[in-house]
């Protein structure tokens, strides 16, 4: 079976400060990974995800996470935030090959960034 | 193109009663998920359908939830009767075969006194 985990529940950062939000995961075949992101009062947004290919991938907002098999880890970075990144952050797996696969989510990180 | 939507986007009901959720997935997507959060906690899955079918119902609670697709188009999630515990928000999320990506809806918001 499949599982995420989001070590860290709450992380405050001052603002234009780098961010680095942890993920881990365990799977038994191989996955798609995403990071979501829930703004306040909002829905979830998918903010970027790994299918295949380039272990590095970027969302527009400046954000980037590296998938990295050996230590099964989808970590979230962003060299300098801004006030509007705060939100809340799911990183998620599922084995996507399948009909059958479903997304797991992970407990969610709070960001929030102080001035 | 219409996202994912959902309703009502907020629900108070009394312990004991009725309350049925209803999802509209994206046109076309045959992959419908119902997830629920509570408290804080991580979003857990509780079902999915391929069209109308019932592909895992695995996360459902237990026999007080009573899902259906209809049509293979909009989804309902009933709740009957509902308990305390059952408070939280309730996400619904359509996806295509090739399941890539998921499109959430915003939300439905239950609150059980």
């Known amino acids: 079976a499949q599982s995420v985990t989001q070590l860290d529940s709450q992380v405050p950062v001052f603002e234009e400060a780098p961010v680095e939000l942890r993920c881990n995961y365990s799977?038994?075949?191989?996955?798609?990974l995403f990071w979501y992101v829930q703004y306040p009062n909002q829905g979830l947004q998918l903010l970027l995800k790994?299918?295949?290919?380039?272990?590095l991938v970027e969302s527009i907002n400046g954000f980037e996470a590296e998938f990295n098999k050996s230590q099964t880890s989808f970590h979230l970075r962003k060299p300098s935030v801004h006030i509007s990144d705060t939100a809340e952050y799911f990183c998620?797996?599922?084995?996507?090959?399948?009909?059958?696969?479903?997304?797991?989510f992970g407990s969610g990180t709070r960001l929030s960034i102080r001035p | 193109e219409a996202g994912v939507t959902q309703f009502p986007s907020h629900s108070v009901i009394e312990k004991g009663q009725t309350v049925t959720l209803r999802c509209d997935p994206i046109?076309?997507?045959?992959?419908l998920y119902w997830y629920r959060r509570v408290m804080g906690k991580e979003i857990k899955f509780l079902l999915h359908?391929?069209?109308?079918?019932?592909?895992?119902e695995s996360g459902m609670p237990n026999n007080r939830f009573l899902a259906e697709r209809t049509g293979g188009t909009y989804s309902t999630l009933k709740v009957q009767p509902a308990e305390l515990e059952d408070s939280g928000v309730y996400f619904c999320?359509?996806?295509?075969?090739?399941?890539?990506?998921?499109?959430f809806g915003q939300g439905t918001r239950l609150t059980v006194v």
């Open positions: 790994y299918l295949s290919g380039s272990t």
């Open positions: 998620a797996v599922s084995d996507g090959y399948s009909s059958a696969s479903k997304i797991i």
């Open positions: 359908f391929v069209k109308e079918s019932k592909q895992d």
């Open positions: 999320a359509s996806s295509t075969r090739m399941n890539t990506e998921a499109f």
């Open positions: 046109s076309g997507h045959d992959n």
């Open positions: 799977s038994s075949v191989s996955v798609y």
